[in-house]
């Protein structure tokens, strides 16, 4: 008897969380539209540790012993480096995936600024 006082608090806990976990998971990303060229808006580009950051998937590309990674944060080797006070460029040219094959590119474009002003 006590179960039947329970099914319908059950069935409610369990109908809230389904719809609050669609309603969550359901969030999509916009990106801004360079009118230029026509590409999104989804990479940063830091000069001074030659790394980009994809706005698209919240993930950092950065090399490491000559490979690209991409992780959530940076390793702690980049430390001490201020991702919003230091120069970074937004790349308005690209919105593929793997920036780091346009590195040459990007270097000559912007060049490291170790005196932290802006780009």
Not at 10 to 24: A, E, G, H, K, Y
Not at 47 to 58: M, R, V
Not at 61 to 76: E, I, N, S, V
Request: charged share 20%; glycine share 4%; hydrophobic share 30%.
């Amino acid at each position: 008897m006590n179960f039947y006082k329970f099914l319908p608090v059950i069935l409610l806990v369990t109908i809230t969380s389904s719809v609050f976990s669609q309603s969550v998971s359901s969030k999509e990303v916009t990106l801004n539209i360079d009118l230029k060229s026509n590409c999104k808006l989804r990479y940063y580009y830091y000069p001074n540790l030659q790394a980009y950051f994809d706005n698209l998937k919240n993930v950092f590309y950065y090399q490491d012993k000559g490979f690209w990674q991409t992780a959530a944060t940076l390793p702690t080797n980049y430390g001490g480096y201020s991702l919003y006070k230091m120069n970074h460029v937004e790349i308005s040219d690209f919105d593929d995936e793997h920036p780091y094959q346009h590195l040459n590119t990007h270097k000559k474009q912007y060049p490291s600024n170790f005196k932290g002003s802006k780009i």
